[in-house]
């Protein structure tokens, strides 16, 4: 009874683990830029002092979703969305080079030009600083232009421009931290046929229904797996007083 107890109990921990990548695709529906992950299960053959024959279970995440998610108006200057295939270099914390697909940008204290979550923007000589400015504008080829504060409305000066990248999606991988990187780890050139759009932001691509449903037929399998570990008990029970009895 006990190796049907723990074919029954992996069952439930790794169903429990899928659920857990489901969870956070949902957590994740509002989060501008976000990339679902990918999960699937496959058996595992016990090998032992007898024959393969059970088999236990195993949840992996094999990947991540890379199609777009729809663009949404916010009209901000600083807010801006990659345009088909690309995406925008950022610093990780780390020190790597890693990409997003849209970025709420904003521009600290010291002028360095950062995502909504504080990563430094890189451009064409690493991260970007932008000069104390009336007006800034972001172009379609990711170059950032400034009215200078003092300067007369029609004196626009380039300043840098966004590092645009546009890597096989193949090649791509979410790390443990949720960053988007190279899987090899090394940087990549710059792309300057890859566009943005000022004014808008990417949504996340996960889609409330199927995750919904995914989470609903990992539950009844919970359940499933729970039950047959109660007649795994309640067998071992039967035969312990059969042995009682004899």
């Known amino acids: 009874m006990d190796k049907m107890l723990y074919v029954a109990m992996t069952g439930a921990s790794q169903n429990a683990r899928a659920q ?15 990339r679902r992950d990918f999960e699937q299960a496959r058996s595992m053959q016990v090998f032992g002092d007898s024959f393969p ?7 992996e995440r094999p990947g991540t979703d890379f199609t777009s ?5 916010t009209g901000r200057d600083l807010d801006v969305a990659v345009e088909g295939d690309g995406w925008i270099a950022v610093q990780a914390p780390d020190g790597s080079e890693a990409y997003v697909r849209t970025g709420s940008l904003n521009i600290d204290t010291l002028g360095m030009l950062r995502t909504g979550d504080g990563l430094p923007v890189l451009g064409n000589a690493g991260p970007i600083a932008i000069p104390p400015e009336e007006k800034i504008e972001i172009g379609h080829d990711g170059s950032i232009s400034i009215r200078a504060l003092g300067e007369d409305p029609n004196v626009v000066v380039t300043v840098d421009r966004l590092k645009l ?7 791509l991988e979410k790390g443990t931290d949720g960053m988007i990187r190279m899987k090899d780890g090394q940087p990549l050139e710059a792309d300057a046929a890859v566009r943005v759009t000022s004014g808008f932001l990417e949504a996340s691509n996960v889609n409330a229904v199927a995750e919904m449903t995914s989470m609903l037929a990992l539950a009844r399998q919970f359940e499933l797996h729970v039950k047959m570990m109660r007649t795994a008990e309640e067998d071992g029970a039967a035969a312990a007083r059969v ?3 004899s």
């Open 165 to 171: 990248v546009n890597p096989d999606p193949q090649q």
């Open 20 to 34: 857990q990548a489901h969870a956070n695709n949902l957590a994740n529906l509002s989060t501008t830029g976000f």
């Open 243 to 245: 042995l009682q009895i």
């Open 69 to 73: 998610g729809s663009l949404q108006e």
């Open 53 to 59: 024959a059970r088999v236990y279970a195993m949840t």
